[in-house]
């Protein structure tokens, strides 16, 4: 059984008086809410969720994130933790394969796509929490980072076209073009500054980068 435990810390002046997990898979979150009687002015919390629930297979990504909220009146007070992420990758192979994949792996960056993806999701969250201008100017730099990191896979998939492998029926290259309409939604619902709506496809072009990463470890590019 793959279960996963998240461990976490708060503290406040007035109490912790709740607590919630937010998994999403694709999109979609699911959100679970802690036991955290009785109130306390600092509470180390643990929650144990099974991958299992999830469906997960090679190239899957789950994000995750605690919010937290004391009982002051009339209104709580919130607080949220960083965004991370799980990333379901193959064993890296046998040593020629890997080997194999050591030199191409620089020369086509997705783990450094997969790590710009991941900023524009962590900087949405943030972008979520803000108000007024401070969120106004936080989507024109989400907007101006999605636009970025369209125009540089963009560049690499020309640049390496008939190079992708097919593995296992995926075309590793159609991954890379999905990633990049998925981006460009970004683009567009940030600029609108719906950034609410902006998170799904930002998860669906992690999903498809991921997957494409795990292709490639195991499967060379094309000389």
Same mark, same amino acid.
């Given at each position: 059984?793959?279960?996963?435990?998240?461990?976490?810390?708060?503290?406040?002046?007035? =109490?912790?008086?709740?607590?919630?997990?937010?998994?999403?898979? =694709?999109?979609?979150?699911?959100?679970?809410?802690?036991?955290?009687?009785?109130?306390?002015?600092?509470?180390?919390?643990?929650?144990?969720?099974?991958?299992?629930?999830?469906?997960?297979?090679?190239?899957?990504?789950?994000?995750?994130?605690?919010?937290?909220?004391?009982?002051?009146?009339?209104?709580?007070?919130?607080?949220?933790?960083?965004?991370?992420?799980?990333?379901?990758?193959?064993?890296?192979?046998?040593?020629?394969?890997?080997?194999?994949?050591?030199?191409?792996?620089?020369?086509?960056?997705?783990?450094?796509?997969?790590?710009?993806?991941?900023?524009?999701?962590?900087?949405?969250?943030?972008?979520?929490?803000?108000?007024?201008?401070?969120?106004?100017?936080?989507?024109?730099?989400?907007?101006?980072?999605?636009?970025?990191?369209?125009?540089?896979?963009?560049?690499?998939?020309?640049?390496?076209? =008939?190079?992708?492998?097919?593995?296992?029926?995926?075309?590793?290259?159609?991954?890379?073009?999905?990633?990049?309409?998925?981006?460009?939604?970004?683009?567009?619902?940030? =600029?609108?500054?719906?950034?609410?709506?902006?998170?799904?496809?930002?998860?669906?072009?992690?999903?498809?980068?991921?997957?494409?990463?795990?292709?490639?470890?195991?499967?060379?590019?094309?000389?």
């Amino acid at each position: 059984t793959a279960n996963f435990e998240v461990e976490f810390f708060a503290s406040d002046d007035y =109490g912790i008086a709740a607590a919630e997990i937010a998994i999403s898979h =694709g999109g979609e979150p699911t959100v679970t809410n802690a036991f955290v009687d009785p109130v306390e002015k600092e509470k180390e919390l643990t929650h144990l969720f099974s991958l299992e629930d999830f469906s997960l297979a090679v190239g899957d990504v789950l994000s995750y994130h605690v919010k937290v909220a004391d009982n002051k009146e009339p209104e709580a007070q919130q607080a949220r933790s960083e965004i991370y992420f799980i990333m379901i990758l193959p064993p890296l192979g046998d040593p020629m394969e890997g080997e194999g994949m050591e030199g191409e792996q620089k020369e086509v960056p997705v783990r450094d796509f997969i790590n710009r993806t991941k900023k524009i999701i962590r900087a949405t969250y943030d972008a979520l929490a803000e108000e007024g201008r401070e969120r106004e100017e936080r989507a024109v730099d989400i907007t101006s980072d999605a636009v970025d990191l369209k125009h540089e896979m963009t560049k690499v998939y020309d640049e390496f076209e =008939g190079q992708f492998p097919e593995v296992d029926g995926i075309d590793t290259a159609e991954l890379l073009n999905e990633a990049t309409y998925f981006i460009e939604q970004t683009e567009i619902f940030a =600029g609108d500054g719906e950034l609410q709506e902006s998170l799904e496809p930002s998860e669906q072009t992690l999903r498809k980068l991921v997957l494409l990463y795990a292709l490639l470890r195991q499967n060379p590019m094309k000389g």
